[in-house]
Nanobody, 128 residues
């Protein structure tokens, strides 16, 4: 069983930075896909950034080079460094993991239904 626990959210001013962490516990190996998603009340959860098993990353268009996803394999922690935050980035941020055959074969997962394990979320609020 794999469990995820996010932390690092908070309130910042427009243009500020935050670094989100996602502690991964359980039976996870290098074949897992990992990703960050966000959700605003009344809107669908959307992808922010994701890795495949080879470390290739994909970012949403709205990131525009402001965010960086990384994974510390020793600490087994996923990170999302967010710089130049905007009020539109206000959302609940979730990390997700999936270890199915697509991930084992090197595919990068981007859609919410493709991920089977989710954290509880951490709130990010950006004020103008």
């Amino acid at each position: 069983q794999v469990d995820l626990a996010e932390s690092g959210g908070g309130s910042v001013q427009d243009g500020g930075s935050l670094k989100l962490s996602c502690a991964v516990t359980g039976n996870i190996d290098n074949s897992f896909c990992l990703g960050w998603f966000r959700e605003v009340p009344g809107m669908e959860r959307e992808g922010v950034a994701a890795f495949n098993r080879d470390g290739s990353a994909k970012y949403a268009e709205f990131v525009e080079g402001r965010f960086t996803i990384s994974h510390d394999k020793v600490k087994n922690t996923l990170y999302l460094q967010m710089n130049s935050l905007k009020p539109d980035d206000t959302a609940m941020y979730y990390c997700a993991a999936e270890g199915g055959n697509y991930c084992k074969n090197g595919y990068l997962l981007w859609m919410v239904p493709e991920y089977g394990v989710w954290g509880q979320g951490t709130q990010v609020t950006v004020s103008s």
